[in-house]
């Protein structure tokens, strides 16, 4: 069974830091390409950042240079450092799983950014 802890959200004042962590089992992690997307109150989900198993990284634009994902295979873990938060970073974050066909998501943790 796959399963996915996500945790690190919570409330931050505009230009403050978090780390979202993803911890994944059932799945042989190395092989999987992890990502980390969010969902706005009236908006579509989007990517945020993508992290192959190799450790290429592709950002949205948005959070260029302000958040970075990174991978520990040895803990089954993919994290994103989010720094420089806006108000309009706040969402729910979502991590993911993809291999070939195969692709995983987990339940969320809400990020909210006000002062």
């Known amino acids: 069974q796959v399963q996915f802890v996500e945790s690190g959200g919570g409330l931050v004042q505009p230009g403050g830091s978090l780390r979202l962590s993803c911890a994944a089992s059932?799945?042989?992690?190395?092989?999987?390409?992890m990502g980390w997307h969010r969902q706005a109150p009236g908006k579509q989900r989007e990517l945020v950042a993508i992290i192959n198993s190799v450790g290429g990284t592709h950002y949205a634009d948005s959070v260029k240079g302000r958040f970075t994902i990174s991978r520990d295979n040895d803990k089954n873990t993919v994290y994103l450092q989010m720094d420089s938060l806006t108000p309009e970073d706040t969402a729910v974050y979502y991590c993911?799983?993809?291999?070939?066909?195969?692709?995983?998501w987990g339940q969320g943790t809400q990020v909210t950014v006000s002062s």
């Open positions: 993911s799983a993809r291999f070939s066909s195969s692709e995983y």
């Open positions: 059932g799945i042989t992690f190395n092989m999987y390409s």
